[in-house]
């Protein structure tokens, strides 16, 4: 057993590292205060192949795995979380099912743009009322003719103003018990009747946008079908799984951020005249912080190992992603309070890094439904 | 056109050293390493004048058969093949056992242009290009801040003591690169898978003895600590009567 890092592994985490801390770190306030990412970010991304990360070579990518991509992951995220949500959707949640799931069609048409950066890709499960209960989607597709016609609201869908292809998953037969008659759909944002609607305003993970979209007849052919009509649903969870390993990766980078800002305030800031270090009071948050954070990385990184080997990963990748996002924003937490009013105002990130935080126990499966499907595992 | 990139793998700059007991050199253990400063500039330049003139890079390095990572890394950043003459004294080799290890492989390479950083940034000594040069016969310019390369030979302006200096020289010739030359690329992603499958090959080479001796290593005296002033008579008080720079 080896807890080392290869050699290719060192070599793409300092690539990603020196990547974030060079030109992520100087625009990530910006990001935030923007609502925006700056669009060079996208072009430097995709020169370094991020957006390819886990698409075959045959189709322009990197074709490197989940243990990859969450080693990247954890390091762009330690530097600017709206860059790294995007890219974790983009790869785990768009490019992955497709490379999985999709005809050689659909793999030719889609993945050169989508690992060349050309286009980004966004994923929509979600509605008004399906969140956590993911199977009571109700926006439709019917059948007609040769096609398919789309129609409905979806929710909540990351990089919704910047895609060029979404993966939606639509009702295709209302007869069936609920999870058994969803389909998902390849749909490029330039269909007639696509539209992107509201813009949400969020705590944390600004620079990234969040979007409603809008379906009002959209008309795709059979070839937009990913998988088999009416067997959608399980590709929606599947996928979920690779996603979850994403954001578990995404809440160690900001929960690093935050122990190292702890550290550098900890050694610099001056009270009772002694440093704050030198306070058990502060020394025991520190300790604490960095040992979830450890563990959390450990479990992040066996469950992309396990999915990289092909085997089952649903309870890993749950437990990856409720005890990552957990230490997160307890790490976002005990940062705050290490410094104090100071990390309380705009003037130094912490207050960002507590924002960014929060959403990583919410999206892709809340930390309440972590724990239902770890104990469904244990149980059944 | 067949180009060659000395690098030297060194220890990190930001790494906290420490000298050994004996005085003599630096504990090594655990200690991170990257490719040189200006020796990544050479690469990069070296990477873009294959895309201009067409050719072939061969990265060069006398160094540990361990530091593969650094080696590899070259590789991802556009080198076609890479060659490491092992030499697990390579921190402590002196300029001139160094220059003929790499000068006795650049012949048996064979080359067009060979370039290198103007100074390493752990020994700072700024002596293997020239020592390469002159070993070669060969052209040397040094610290080149801008460059344009032809077939036969160039253009390069280098730093000089007295202001920046225009050169004109032929091929082959040795250029060692100074700070602004270039903007190193980051290894991209399939760079990395590429370097994989990219030839890098280990050679144990004929190495003479060094004829340059530490005689002792000391890190460098702690600074003093600061002291808060009260006013500006008091700052140029002590500035005239204290520190008597005034």
Redesign the interface.
């Known amino acids: 057993m080896d807890f080392g890092l290869t050699e290719e592994l060192t070599l793409i985490r300092d690539t990603a590292r020196d990547f974030a801390e060079g030109e992520l770190m100087p625009r990530a306030t910006r990001h935030d205060r923007e609502a925006k990412i700056d669009p060079a970010v996208f072009d430097m991304l995709a020169e370094l192949g991020m957006w390819g990360l886990t698409v075959p070579e045959e189709y322009g990518g990197a074709e490197l795995g989940n243990l990859a991509l969450a080693i990247v992951l954890e390091e762009i995220n330690r530097a600017c979380a709206a860059t790294g949500v995007t890219v974790s959707v983009h790869n785990s949640l768009v490019c992955s099912p497709l490379v999985k799931y999709g005809t050689d069609e659909q793999k030719k048409r889609w993945l050169p743009k989508l690992a060349s950066g050309e286009i980004l890709g966004c994923y929509s499960l979600s509605e008004a009322g399906s969140g956590s209960d993911a199977a009571a989607l109700k926006a439709t597709a019917t059948r007609d003719g040769d096609g398919w016609v789309l129609d409905g609201t979806k929710l909540w869908v990351t990089t919704a103003e910047q895609a060029g292809l979404v993966i939606v998953y639509m009702r295709t037969n209302a007869e069936v018990p609920k999870a058994k008659g969803i389909t998902a759909f390849l749909v490029p944002t330039d269909s007639p009747g696509f539209k992107v609607g509201k813009k949400e305003i969020k705590t944390g993970l600004r620079g990234s946008s969040t979007c409603e979209l809008i379906f009002e007849g959209v008309r795709v052919g059979d070839d937009a079908v990913l998988g088999e009509v009416d067997r959608g649903f399980p590709i929606a969870l599947e996928t979920l799984d690779g996603g979850r390993i994403g954001i578990g990766a995404q809440a160690i980078g900001i929960g690093q951020a935050c122990l190292e800002a702890s550290v550098r305030y900890a050694k610099e800031r001056e009270q009772f005249g002694k440093t704050i270090g030198h306070f058990q009071a502060i020394q025991w948050k520190l300790a604490d912080m960095s040992s979830r954070l450890e563990a959390a990385r450990l479990k992040v990184r066996e469950a992309a190992w396990l999915r990289d080997q092909g085997q089952p990963c649903g309870r890993q990748a749950a437990e990856a992603k409720f005890l990552a996002s957990t230490t997160a924003n307890f790490c976002a937490d005990e940062c705050l309070q290490i410094h104090g009013g100071a990390g309380y105002t705009d003037d130094f990130h912490v207050e960002r890094l507590f924002r960014d935080a929060r959403i990583t126990e919410i999206y892709e499966g809340a930390t309440d439904i972590q724990r239902l499907v770890i104990a469904r595992h244990l149980l059944r | 056109m067949q180009i060659i990139a000395c690098v030297k793998r060194v220890p990190t700059t930001d790494a906290a050293v420490s000298v050994t007991p004996d005085g003599k050199g630096l504990v090594t253990d655990g200690l991170p390493y990257m490719i040189s400063f200006y020796d990544e500039i050479a690469l990069e330049q070296a990477v873009q004048t294959k895309e201009a003139l067409g050719g072939e890079v061969t990265v060069l390095s006398l160094g540990p058969a361990s530091g593969?990572?650094e080696i590899?890394?070259c590789l991802?950043k556009g080198g076609d093949k890479a060659v490491v003459l092992t030499d697990d004294e390579w921190m402590t080799r002196d300029a001139r056992a160094t220059a003929k290890a790499l000068v006795a492989e650049i012949e048996a390479q064979g080359a067009d242009v060979v370039f290198m950083g103007k100074v390493a940034t752990d020994r700072d000594n700024a002596s293997v290009g020239p020592m390469v040069a002159t070993y070669l016969g060969w052209a040397c310019v040094t610290d080149v801040v801008a460059l344009e390369l032809g077939e036969g030979g160039g253009t390069a302006k280098v730093e000089t003591e007295a202001g920046l200096e225009t050169l004109e020289f032929s091929l082959p010739a040795v250029i060692t690169t100074g700070k602004g030359l270039n903007e190193p690329r980051?290894?991209?992603?399939?760079?990395?898978?590429a370097?994989?499958k990219k030839p890098l090959e280990e050679k144990t080479p004929e190495l003479e003895a060094n004829q340059a001796m530490v005689a002792s290593l000391a890190p460098p005296p702690p600074r003093k600590e600061g002291r808060l002033v009260s006013d500006v008579n008091e700052l140029i008080d002590a500035l005239r009567n204290e520190a008597q720079v005034l």
């Open positions: 593969s990572k590899r890394e991802a980051y290894a991209g992603l399939k760079g990395i898978m370097a994989k």
